[in-house]
C-alpha cells in the first residue's frame, strides 16, 4: 500500500525566502506526481504535475523535482511572499488512476 | 485548464438527514472521482464515479452510505445518507484531463 509523508509537518518563514518542502513514498511505481495547494477549508488548485519520465517541472517562482527510484519529490518555492501561505499537499498518481495524498506541510509566510 | 463546479460551497445538517452534492465538469474531463478529508486530515478516496454504472468504492466506503451516480461525462453527484457528526468533512470531486487531477472548490458539510 503507498504511504505518502511530507516533510516538515507545519513551517513558519518571513517573507522573502527561498523554501524546500518534502515528499517521499513508499511505491515508485508511479505514473506521475502532482503537487497541490490548499487554503483553508478550499478546494485544491495543481501546482505542478511531473511525468515518471521527468526529473523536474518549474512554473513561476515554483520548482519541482522527481527521483522515482529513490522515491522523492521536493517542492522549492523560490522569494516567498504572504500569499503563498497555505497547505500544500503531494501526491503520487499510481497505475490504476489512484491519486494517494499525504497529510501536507501547512506553510505560513509572515510580512 | 479543466474546470470543475461544485455545489453547494457548505451546509449544515441535521443528524439523520441527507445532502446531495453536485459536481459539473467541462468536456475535457474523463474519469470523476469524490473524496472526503476529515478535520485536520488528508484527502481520501471515497470512490471513481463511473459514467452509466455503479461507483467503485474504496475500502470502508459503501454504496449505501455514500450512493453516488454519474448519468454522462459531465455529472456527478454524491449523497452523504442518514449523516450523524463523524460525517462533518470537506467532500470534494475531481476529474482527470491531459494535465494531472483537477479538484472541485470542495464542500464544507457540518452535522449537528
Known amino acids: 500500500k503507498q504511504e505518502v509523508t511530507q516533510i516538515p509537518a507545519a513551517l513558519s518563514v518571513p517573507e522573502g525566502e527561498n523554501l524546500v518542502l518534502n515528499c517521499s513514498f513508499t511505491?515508485?511505481?508511479?505514473?506521475?506526481l502532482q503537487w497541490f495547494r490548499q487554503d483553508p477549508g478550499k478546494g485544491l488548485t495543481s501546482l505542478l504535475l511531473?511525468?515518471?519520465?521527468?526529473r523536474e517541472q518549474t512554473s513561476g517562482r515554483l520548482n519541482a523535482s522527481l527521483d522515482k527510484s529513490s522515491g522523492r519529490s521536493t517542492l522549492y518555492i523560490a522569494a516567498s511572499q504572504p500569499g503563498d501561505s497555505a497547505t500544500y499537499l503531494c501526491?503520487?498518481?499510481?497505475?490504476?488512476?489512484?491519486?494517494?495524498f499525504g497529510a501536507g506541510t501547512i506553510l505560513r509566510v509572515k510580512s | 485548464s479543466a474546470v470543475i463546479s461544485q455545489k453547494p460551497s457548505r451546509d449544515i445538517c441535521q443528524r439523520g438527514t441527507s445532502l446531495t452534492i453536485q459536481c459539473q465538469v467541462d468536456?475535457?474531463?474523463?474519469?470523476m472521482f469524490w473524496y472526503r478529508q476529515q478535520p485536520g486530515q488528508s484527502l481520501t478516496l471515497i470512490a471513481t464515479?463511473?459514467?452509466?454504472?455503479?461507483?467503485?468504492?474504496e475500502s470502508g466506503f459503501v454504496i449505501d452510505k455514500f450512493p453516488i451516480s454519474r448519468p454522462n461525462l459531465t455529472f456527478s453527484t454524491l449523497t452523504v445518507s442518514n449523516m450523524s457528526p463523524e460525517d462533518s468533512s470537506i467532500y470534494l470531486c475531481?476529474?482527470?484531463?491531459?494535465?494531472?487531477?483537477?479538484f472541485g472548490s470542495g464542500t464544507r458539510l457540518t452535522v449537528v
Open positions: 501526491a503520487p498518481l499510481e497505475y490504476g488512476n489512484k491519486l494517494v
Open positions: 511505491d515508485s511505481a508511479i505514473y506521475n
Open positions: 511531473i511525468q515518471s519520465s521527468q
Open positions: 468536456s475535457q474531463v474523463t474519469m
Open positions: 464515479a463511473n459514467q452509466g454504472s455503479e461507483a467503485t468504492y
Open positions: 475531481s476529474g482527470t484531463w491531459r494535465r494531472g487531477y483537477t
